[in-house]
């Protein structure tokens, strides 16, 4: 299911109104979290010397808190105000997209979010643009890149130009030849657990600071106020649906063709969109092109 149920996007009018909301949540959070760091450091010089340490902590943490919701504000912000450009004519046929919003902020032209399922093959990804989407259907289809090796490591990941094709010697000159000369990946992390990647791949020789801080300050902002949240207003308070998976996204064509290829070749679903993605990687074709041909009987994969 997508985050907006059964599988339906909301209305533009009804996605700007779920932007707006959450952006007056994100900054009254951010707002009371600055507060409460603010009485913290308040506390520490005239409190008793066994609690400064503690309070600094607490002080610590909560003005990352409220980096933290001001970034998922500045994001939906910016969001709201790209769709309400696009809702008056100034843009595609298609609304923008949230990973595109996503990419304006951090400076990069392209970019590709992927959540992790149970299964090594479930993976839910966003990308911004067709550069992204093919840079992660090489990443799958090859099993090695900078998305895979941020979620094993449970750490960034900075690999520019050479040094591409000598760490990753498939992935590397394949993701060369759209024009991607650098690409940092940083871990969706949750105390132990990763979540998933924000990976951004650049035309430029290397990955600035600038852009690698405002990569992690938007992988943390994602991790704690977009994953790790509630259903929306209607739920109790929490936060509504994210937008920055799409029902696109989940690419249902995928998982009803690799049902098909698990049945024609006697494998497990895994192994089938592995298949799948190989095929799409070697007739440089999109996944999604070889899936519809899949299920029209047009390719056949045994």
């Excluded at 507060?35 to 990352?64: F, K, N, Y």
């Excluded at 900075?158 to 760490?167: F, G, I, L, P, Q």
């Excluded at 440089?284 to 070889?290: H, N, Q």
Aim: proline share 7%; aromatic share 4%; hydrophobic share 45%.
């Amino acid at each position: 299911m997508t985050p907006y149920g059964e599988g339906r996007e909301p209305s533009p009018d009804a996605a700007i109104a779920a932007l707006r909301w959450r952006v007056a949540e994100e900054l009254r959070r951010a707002a009371r979290a600055e507060s409460i760091a603010v009485s913290c450091e308040e506390r520490i010089a005239r409190g008793p010397e066994h609690l400064r340490d503690l309070r600094a902590r607490m002080a610590a943490l909560h003005q990352q808190m409220e980096i933290r919701h001001k970034t998922s504000a500045l994001l939906h912000e910016l969001h709201a105000l790209r769709l309400e450009v696009w809702m008056a004519g100034g843009g595609p046929a298609s609304p923008p997209a949230f990973m595109s919003t996503v990419t304006a902020a951090i400076g990069v032209p392209s970019a590709t979010a992927t959540i992790r399922g149970r299964r090594p093959a479930a993976v839910v990804a966003s990308s911004s643009d067709a550069v992204a989407r093919a840079a992660h259907d090489l990443e799958v289809a090859l099993g090695e890149g900078p998305a895979l090796a941020a979620m094993a490591e449970a750490a960034p990941i900075t690999v520019a130009d050479c040094a591409m094709a000598e760490r990753w010697p498939l992935f590397g000159p394949a993701v060369g030849e759209l024009g991607v000369r650098s690409v940092h990946a940083v871990p969706f992390q949750r105390a132990t657990v990763c979540l998933g990647t924000l990976c951004v791949y650049s035309r430029e020789p290397e990955v600035g600071d600038i852009v690698a801080a405002a990569t992690g300050r938007i992988a943390e902002a994602v991790t704690h106020t977009v994953l790790v949240g509630g259903q929306g207003p209607d739920a109790g308070g929490g936060f509504p649906p994210s937008q920055l998976f799409g029902a696109a996204d989940y690419q249902p064509d995928v998982h009803q063709a690799a049902g098909v290829v698990a049945a024609q070749r006697g494998c497990g679903i895994d192994d089938a969109e592995d298949l799948l993605r190989a095929r799409a990687f070697a007739e440089s074709r999109p996944l999604a092109d070889i899936a519809a041909a899949v299920l029209r009987g047009e390719a056949d994969l045994r």
